[in-house]
C-alpha cells in the first residue's frame, strides 16, 4: 500500500493581517512539512467578505515572502469555490442529512451555543435560512500530534452545525473539509483554537467517504488580558523589517533549541536549521503560550 506524501498547507483568514500569532501557525505548518520534503500549500481562507479587511490578502501574501515562507503551486482562494460547496449543500440537504434553520441569534441565546434541534424536523424552504448539518448522538475523537488525545460529544456537546449561513456565505466547517480533500492535504497544522472544531470536521470527513489527515494543534498565543492575539483585537501586522528577530521568537514559541550563534541569522539561515532540526516533541503541550514569555 502506497503511503501518500506529506502534504501540509497554511490558510489565513484576510479579515486581517498576519500577526506574531498567525506566523507560529505558519512556521509551524511549513517546518513540520519541508522537515520531511513535504508540500505545502497556501489557501486563503476569504469566505466571509463583509469582515475582509481591503488589501489584507496582498499584505499576507507579502509578509510570508518577506520571512521566507515560500508557498509550494499556485495560491486557492476559496471565494472561488462556492459552486463545489453549493453542490455539497444541495447533495446533503436531498439526502436529508442537512435541513434548513430560520432560528435567530437572539432565539438561540440563552442555549450557550449548542444548538436545540428547533428546526430540525420544521420542514422549512432552504431560501432566506441557515443550512444545519445533523449530528449524531456521537463522540468524535482523535490523537493529536502536540495536545493528546481529545474527544467531543457532537449531540450534547455542539448540536446541529452550520455548513451554510443565512447570508448565504458558506460555513468554515464545510469548506475547510472539502478543500483539505480536495488539495490531498495529509497533514494539519494549525492554531489550537481549533481544537474544537476538529471533531465537527471527522464527522463530515466520515459522512462524505474522505481521508481523515493527522493534526497538531500548536499553542495559541495570548495577550496579558488573556485574549489570543488576532484580528478581532487589533493585533499589530507582522513588520517586513524584523523578520529574523520575530523567526527567533517564534521558534522559541515552538519550543525549538535555536543555539545562540543563530539568533542574530538572517531568515533563509534561520529557517534552514530549523527544518533541519524540526523537533514536534519539544512544542510545548499547552493550549495557549503568553506572549509576554517569549520577548
Keep these: 500500500m502506497n503511503v501518500p506524501a506529506y502534504i501540509g498547507r497554511f490558510a489565513p483568514t484576510p479579515s486581517g493581517y498576519l500577526h506574531f500569532g498567525s506566523l507560529v501557525a505558519a512556521l509551524?505548518?511549513?517546518l513540520d512539512a519541508?522537515?520531511?520534503?513535504?508540500?505545502?500549500?497556501?489557501r486563503m481562507e476569504d469566505l466571509d467578505p463583509p469582515r475582509e479587511v481591503p488589501g489584507a490578502q496582498d499584505a499576507i501574501l507579502r509578509t510570508l515572502e518577506s520571512y521566507g515562507l515560500q508557498w509550494d503551486g499556485e495560491l486557492v482562494r476559496q471565494s472561488q469555490r462556492h459552486a463545489e460547496y453549493q453542490a455539497l449543500v444541495e447533495r446533503l440537504l436531498h439526502q436529508g442529512l442537512?435541513?434548513?434553520c430560520t432560528c435567530s441569534r437572539k432565539q438561540l441565546q440563552g442555549y450557550?451555543?449548542?444548538?436545540?434541534?428547533?428546526?430540525?424536523?420544521?420542514g422549512h424552504a432552504p431560501h432566506n435560512a441557515a443550512i444545519r448539518l445533523r449530528v449524531p448522538e456521537l463522540s468524535?475523537?482523535?490523537?493529536?500530534?502536540?495536545?493528546?488525545?481529545?474527544?467531543?460529544?457532537?449531540?450534547?456537546?455542539i448540536g446541529d452545525f452550520v455548513i451554510r449561513r443565512r447570508d448565504g456565505f458558506y460555513a468554515y466547517q464545510l469548506a475547510v473539509v472539502l478543500d483539505?480533500?480536495?488539495?490531498?492535504?495529509?497533514?494539519?497544522?494549525?492554531?489550537?483554537?481549533?481544537?474544537?472544531?476538529?471533531?465537527?470536521?471527522?464527522?463530515?470527513?466520515?459522512?462524505?467517504?474522505l481521508a481523515q489527515p493527522r493534526y497538531l494543534h500548536v499553542p495559541l498565543i495570548i495577550q496579558?488580558?488573556?485574549?489570543?492575539?488576532?484580528?478581532?483585537?487589533?493585533?499589530?501586522?507582522?513588520p517586513t523589517d524584523q523578520a529574523a528577530p520575530l523567526l527567533v521568537r517564534a521558534l522559541r514559541a515552538l519550543g525549538q533549541a535555536l543555539p545562540g550563534e543563530l539568533e542574530q541569522a538572517r531568515p533563509a539561515e534561520l529557517l534552514a536549521w530549523a527544518v533541519s532540526h524540526w523537533d514536534v516533541g519539544r512544542i510545548p503541550h499547552s493550549r495557549t503560550l503568553a506572549e509576554a514569555q517569549l520577548r
Design 28 to 30: 509551524a505548518s511549513y
Design 34 to 42: 519541508r522537515s520531511v520534503g513535504g508540500r505545502w500549500l497556501l
Design 98 to 100: 442537512a435541513y434548513a
Design 112 to 122: 450557550h451555543g449548542i444548538y436545540p434541534g428547533t428546526c430540525r424536523d420544521a
Design 140 to 157: 468524535y475523537g482523535f490523537i493529536d500530534r502536540v495536545q493528546g488525545e481529545y474527544h467531543q460529544h457532537l449531540g450534547r456537546e
Design 180 to 209: 483539505d480533500a480536495w488539495q490531498g492535504v495529509t497533514d494539519v497544522v494549525r492554531g489550537a483554537d481549533l481544537l474544537d472544531s476538529t471533531p465537527r470536521q471527522l464527522y463530515l470527513q466520515e459522512l462524505l467517504g
Design 224 to 238: 496579558p488580558d488573556g485574549h489570543k492575539l488576532g484580528k478581532s483585537y487589533r493585533s499589530p501586522p507582522l
